[in-house]
């Protein structure tokens, strides 16, 4: 006869082994799937033609980074649904993820397709003209680039360079490298990371890659302090 106890920890290691294997193969809680170039798209509601425009411009933003590879496979999950996202992400008021080391899907809440613009949860408190839907893909495929360079480089490398990066490629036709960095020097509340906001992890990233000439990789590599950005106070 099984222990009670052992009985529990073989429950509980069956239940958590099944969970990781939905999160690495997610497909079958999605009825609804939309091939174009390198991306996969997955939805739980049917996927409007429109979805290739957003990807065009995704592929535009992406194919900007030294990590993108146009061999690269993508696979996007669109949770219209709020218990799917929450399930498959466990932070409903995220606005996509990447789970680095077991897999490179791309998991989004719900988005208005036609419009290329994400649906914010209700608790979101800012505006939501520089978060369209190609944004956030492209933020996320940057995650899922990193993770296909080194699927530990979540754990090596700091939230900045991780985070800033990926607003970076996502944000890559519409940074204002100056108006970033008057909203930091004068305390503007979207630049403080506590907020859910990366914008001042942008700010530092794109300071040392287009003032200081770093690449991504050099960057990991050095990992510079996030205190440096303090520089950008002064002219
Ligand atoms: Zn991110």
């Known amino acids: 006869m099984i222990k009670p106890f052992k009985k529990i920890s073989w429950i509980i290691t069956l239940l958590f082994s099944i969970y990781v294997l939905i999160l690495v193969y997610p497909n079958p809680l999605f009825a609804h799937k939309h091939e174009f170039k390198q991306f996969t798209v997955h939805s739980d509601q049917e996927i409007p033609n429109e979805i290739e425009q957003v990807l065009d411009l995704v592929t535009y933003k992406i194919s900007q980074s030294e990590l993108y590879n146009q061999d690269l496979k993508f696979n996007i999950f ?3 649904d709020n ?6 992400t466990r932070n409903p008021n995220a606005a996509g993820l990447v789970h680095f080391v077991l897999s490179r899907n791309v998991f989004v809440r ?6 290329d613009k994400i649906i914010p949860p209700d608790t979101w408190k800012f505006g ?3 978060r369209s839907m190609n944004w956030l893909l492209s933020h996320e495929l940057t995650h899922s680039m ?6 530990f480089m979540v754990f090596k490398t700091s939230v900045p360079i991780i985070e800033g990066y990926a607003d970076y490629i996502g944000k890559f036709d519409t940074f204002d490298f100056l108006k970033y960095q008057k909203d930091f020097r004068e305390n503007h509340v979207e630049m403080d990371p506590a907020n859910g906001l990366y914008k001042k992890y942008h700010l530092f990233v794109a300071d040392f890659i287009d003032n200081k000439g770093y690449s991504f990789l050099k960057l990991v590599e050095e990992s510079p ?3 440096l950005i303090e520089e950008l106070r002064k002219n």
Request: glycine share 0%.
């Open 78 to 80: 669109v949770c219209n």
């Open 110 to 115: 719900s988005c208005d397709i036609v419009n």
């Open 128 to 130: 939501t003209e520089d």
């Open 83 to 88: 218990w799917r996202f929450k399930f498959l």
């Open 225 to 227: 302090d996030l205190n």
């Open 146 to 151: 990193q993770s296909y360079h080194d699927r």
